[in-house]
């Protein structure tokens, strides 16, 4: 990016009120409300179309040409284009889409075939008053350019793609029925629009569905693909829930906050107030909601939610490791107490019932300070870590420093031979540096150079906290799954035609692919998640995406009760640059009933960014009627083929 470019802002708002059927009355008023803040906020920086068509609007003159500020699928995919030519590497790029959404069973080699292929409805324009379908995988597309030339894209879908409507003829939901002949009259090849070459990979990592680089983008959706967006009414007027909650929180924190910060809150609202939907985050989490992020803050922080008797609820439970009398800071979005839990508004709370999903709080302090749905909880003691003992060697200077700042870290810390049971183990070698060993005394690999003389304890505990946190997601299980929960579902990973269930040692050639898939056997909804447990100590969400929905078998028998999701294992560059030929994973695989996020379970490469402390989740059972959840761990052995030299 040329260092002299003055970064811009490109927004492209589209709302549809006017359909010729099921016609809708919240979209225009919801990209109406987003652009008055966005010009009272970025005022000249930012650039914005509006394509809209509400029921007080004049149909387009028949000339054979639209208008460019009618929300026809022309209109549209050339607002993409023009933005995509007009922007330069760096720029910000905001879409808004507020109407009907719609599916169809899947009909291509990259269609989901659990939930089909999804559309924004948009309107033909001319006399004939039809819509036209913008598929998915054409919009992909047209993203992946934007990507591809270095635009950092934020695409927010108030919409919905549910197929459960199709019962329902609800005009506040936002969803119009599958119609052949207009797909028909407009078809598009998918092949089109798939990648030629075989994405680059990096360890390992699920084969996009998307098609674009996904540290370039983050979409926000109003709900799951089985869910319906609906536009209640808010201050006596009707809005879609995610347009409005969404607003609510860029008018309090800002465009400058990260996009899981911003969906952490959204969800909240969201359970908070009742609504039955459930926004889901695909891309980059960490990208900055439409600005730079204004901080490198990386602890990573639970919504809140208070409930109707008062009880202040925790979104985290057994299944993330929350225990009882865990304590946390709790602090409004809106303020900096990431860091800086003592100054300004801010509660203390401890955890004083644990569920599968969800955990009470109950407040530590007797402050007037009154707690919101929406505020942030950082942890302060995590007692799950101190099931991973440090043991230090007693000729390691500044013992009562080294004591101190690994208790601080919520770490169980030993002297010497004070306890033969440690997970790690840090001793001094014979080049004036630590060493970092394991219950077997052998030397931890993958780790950065630690010197005496450039490390500091504060960094070596960090670093100490980030390996327990990285065993505590290993460990992590539920003991008393519930029967029924268990039976309900199959997952397996397969490889070469060979099916191997959890617990099961799977070996992989470096680069190939293997695929993941789960089965829904019940009659309700599963939410599934996969992370990698790379050789590096990072653990990675490999969805890139909050969660991926399997549905039951539908009524109409068009939506498939499984799922299948490609997977790509690979052994990282620093070890292939220091000469290893084979290296160990874990796919982690967690089910559950409802949907939750497991976002606090990540961690980056060790060295790949400062030894920064974050909050830590561990092992604890759970089952208890509000929730269930099941995690399953496949390891993974991955090998270089004999004739491979890299």
Known sequence: M??????????????????????????????????????????????????????????????????????????????????????????????????????????????????????????????????????????????????????????????????????????????????????????????????????????????????????????????????????????????????????????????????????????????????????????????????????????????????????????????????????????????????????????????????ALTSDLGRSDMSSICVRTGWMARAVIQRSLQRFPIRLASSLPYRDEWLKALRERSLNVYVDKQNDLFAFEVVLDNNRGYLILNESNQEIINLPAISQDQTSIREISNLLKHLARFESVRHLANKAPADSFVESFDVHIFKNGMAFGPGSRIEIEHGTMAELAVENKGDNVLYVFMYDLSPCWQVKNMFRATYMVVPPQNDQKQFKRNTRKNLRMGIPEQMKDKGCSSCEDIVKVFVTSRPTSFDLLELPKLGEIAMVSKVDRSDRDGGDGLGDWVAMNFPIRVSLRADTDS
């Not at 324009?125 to 990507?147: D, H, I, P, R, T």
């Not at 939901?173 to 797909?183: E, G, H, K, Q, T």
Request: aromatic share 10%.
């Open 2 to 355: 040329d260092s002299h470019h003055t970064i811009k802002h490109y927004a492209i708002l589209i709302g549809i009120d006017d359909y010729p059927h099921k016609p809708l009355k919240s979209c225009v008023r919801d990209v109406q409300d987003i652009r008055v803040y966005l010009e009272r906020v970025l005022q000249d920086s930012i650039k914005i179309q509006m394509i809209t068509a509400s029921k007080s609007d004049l149909k387009p003159p028949d000339t054979g040409k639209d208008p460019i500020v009618w929300p026809t699928y022309d209109n549209v995919v050339s607002a993409l284009k023009t933005v995509t030519s007009l922007a330069r590497s760096g720029d910000f790029v905001y879409i808004h889409y507020s109407g009907h959404g719609t599916r169809k069973p899947p009909s291509g080699e990259f269609s989901n075939r659990s939930t089909g292929d999804l559309a924004l409805v948009l309107l033909h324009g001319g006399e004939e008053n039809q819509v036209k379908y913008l598929w998915g995988f054409e919009l992909a597309s047209l993203l992946k350019v934007m990507a591809n030339n270095g635009l950092i894209i934020t695409l927010v879908l108030d919409c919905c793609f549910s197929a459960s409507v199709y019962r329902r003829d609800d005009p506040n939901i936002r969803f119009l029925p599958y119609d052949a002949n207009v797909d028909s009259e407009y078809s598009l090849d998918p092949q089109k629009y798939s990648e030629n070459d075989s994405p680059a990979y990096r360890d390992a990592s699920m084969v996009p569905n998307w098609l674009i680089n996904p540290d370039r983008y983050a979409i926000l959706t109003a709900c799951g693909p089985h869910e319906e967006a609906i536009g209640p009414r808010f201050d006596g007027q009707s809005h879609g829930a995610l347009s409005y909650f969404l607003l609510g929180i860029l008018e309090c924190v800002g465009l400058t906050k990260k996009h899981e910060e911003i969906y952490n809150y959204l969800c909240a609202k969201f359970r908070g107030s009742g609504l039955p939907q459930n926004p889901v985050l695909y891309g980059n989490r960490d990208q900055g909601f439409f600005g730079q992020v204004n901080s490198d803050i990386t602890t990573i922080a639970l919504p809140i939610i208070v409930k109707q008797n008062g009880t202040l609820e925790l979104q985290a439970g057994h299944a993330h490791g929350i225990n009882d009398g865990d304590r946390f800071i709790l602090y409004p979005l809106s303020s900096d107490q990431c860091n800086s839990g003592s100054q300004g508004q801010s509660v203390a709370a401890m955890v004083i019932r644990t569920r």
